[in-house]
């Protein structure tokens, strides 16, 4: 594991998480009471618009550990969204050894870009 790039969640990471949580809970409920009645088609576009938000922040927020191998790699949105969660872990296929696991979740430091 590239120590400078990933590590293990913190207590700060699950604070930071909760918080964005509650700011999706928060949303909803507000929308809800002033768009459900009425306009529910619009409450619904709000719901997927805000749930697709947090799924490109949690893809670009965290890579995960193959328990097989020990390779850290990182998934895309989409799979991000549709594979089985765990609350530390994530049921993913390890790009290096191919085998399906239960992954754990690591944080990333910061997003680096490689000059090829």
């Known amino acids: 594991m590239d120590k400078n790039r990933y590590w ?5 990471d699950w604070y930071g ?13 507000i929308s809800s009471v002033f768009l459900l009645a009425s ?7 709000i719901i997927a618009g805000v749930l697709f938000l947090l799924v490109v922040w949690h893809t670009k927020n965290f890579a ?20 089985p969660n765990g609350v530390n872990k994530k049921y993913l296929r390890c790009p290096r050894c191919g085998k399906r696991a239960w992954a754990d979740i690591l944080r990333i430091k910061e997003k680096t870009f490689h000059k090829k």
Request: glycine residues 4%.
């Open 17 to 29: 998480t909760v918080q964005v949580l509650f700011a999706f809970i928060a949303v909803i409920m």
């Open 64 to 83: 995960y550990l193959c328990p097989g191998c020990g390779e850290v790699f990182e998934v895309s949105t989409l799979e991000d969204f549709i594979s």
């Open 8 to 12: 293990e969640i913190t207590r700060s």
């Open 39 to 45: 306009y529910w088609y619009l409450w619904i576009m």
